[in-house]
């Protein structure tokens, strides 16, 4: 089990009770500290697990002195890990004046694998053990690819403002192909030429290169200025010019006019959209993203939205309630309508 929460010594106890396992083994003392952190890695690389400092293998609570220079080792010793990880440090002192040391990691989900001094460690029933390296690069790969998945690239996304909407991606134009040249007939440069015949023969492009003259047809069609194509630093950037600030959505007694600037990345836009219909829990929100649990850029997309006002809380007296749920604003729902 993975203990969580404030420490006592009915909790140490218990937790002695239950005996050394996959999320839990026990140390004499600090003068084990090198095993104790190789085990908080192989934690780290499952379910997150507690190591207790001063609990003698048969479950005995010897306990052992606890100074600012064992603080200091434990301290330094965790900055061997890598990645860096957290590392929540407990004390309980027991009747005779010796202390347990609770050493307590949570799961490094999307993190890992992660290293203890250049090794790679897992947690086998009761014993740890070194990662088997085919596991180990494993890891590095779906690592790798959780990084640079497109939901999570920080250079694509869309910026709304005032007069106009921008539309980013990450990489430039083909070689040979200009800005100018993508508002009329052009050749078609495939950068994955595989790819771009699979997706001919499945209908999902109709002619290679006539991509950009379509968009410009559909907005002269909708009564928008044609789009501008251009290149910024390493993105390529459209610019359709149409006046937001002047677009305002009624709701009872309430207007809400679009403001700007804006960014919008795709996490943010599956949000929006999946509380366009009914209001959400974080839970059903993470699932309309594809993730089991929460992370960083899940928590970002979330205060970024409630700080624009585009989302609000359904209880806002109490933001961390259970219960607590996101719905659209009037603002939110403006914007969605440009980002659909």
């Not at 403002?161 to 009329?184: H, K, N, Q, Y």
């Not at 044609?226 to 359709?240: C, D, I, L, R, Y």
């Not at 305002?248 to 929006?272: H, Q, W």
Request: glycine share 10%; aromatic share 6%.
């Amino acid at each position: 089990m993975n203990a969580k929460g404030t420490f006592t010594i009915r909790k140490i106890a218990d937790l002695v009770k239950q005996g050394e396992g996959p999320a839990l083994e026990f140390k004499r003392s600090t003068g084990e500290l090198r095993e104790a952190m190789q085990t908080l890695c192989a934690f780290l690389n499952g379910p997150g697990g507690t190591v207790l400092v001063g609990v003698w293998p048969n479950g005995t609570l010897g306990g052992q002195d606890v100074s600012d220079q064992t603080l200091h080792d434990i301290a330094q010793a965790s900055d061997r890990f890598e990645p860096a990880a957290h590392l929540a440090i407990h004390r309980v002192r027991l009747a005779s004046g010796k202390e347990v040391v609770a050493l307590t990691v949570n799961a490094g989900v999307g993190k890992g694998p992660f290293t203890y001094e250049g090794r790679a460690y897992e947690r086998v029933g009761n014993t740890t053990r070194k990662m088997p390296q085919n596991k180990y690069e494993g890891q590095l790969l779906d690592r790798s690819h959780s990084q640079h998945r497109w939901e999570n690239a920080p250079a694509d996304g869309i910026a709304i403002f005032d007069d106009r909407v921008e539309v980013w991606s990450a990489g430039r134009f083909p070689t040979g192909i200009t800005a100018a040249m993508l508002s009329r007939e052009h050749d078609s440069v495939q950068r994955n030429p595989i790819i771009a015949e699979v997706f001919h023969r499945a209908g999902l492009i109709e002619k290679w290169g006539r991509g950009t003259n379509r968009v410009i047809g559909m907005c002269r069609a909708a009564g928008i200025r044609p789009p501008e194509f251009a290149e910024v630093g390493p993105s390529a950037v459209v610019t359709f010019r149409v006046p937001v600030a002047g677009t305002a959505v009624r709701t009872g007694e309430v207007e809400a006019p679009v403001k700007a600037p804006v960014s919008l990345f795709a996490t943010d836009r599956t949000i929006l959209k999946a509380l366009a219909t009914e209001e959400c829990g974080k839970g059903d929100l993470l699932k309309q993203l594809g993730l089991a649990q929460r992370s960083g850029n899940f928590k970002k997309a979330i205060n970024k939205l409630l700080q624009a006002q585009m989302i609000e809380r359904t209880i806002p007296a109490k933001p961390n309630s259970r219960l607590q749920q996101y719905r659209l604003t009037a603002k939110g729902k403006a914007i969605l309508e440009y980002v659909k």
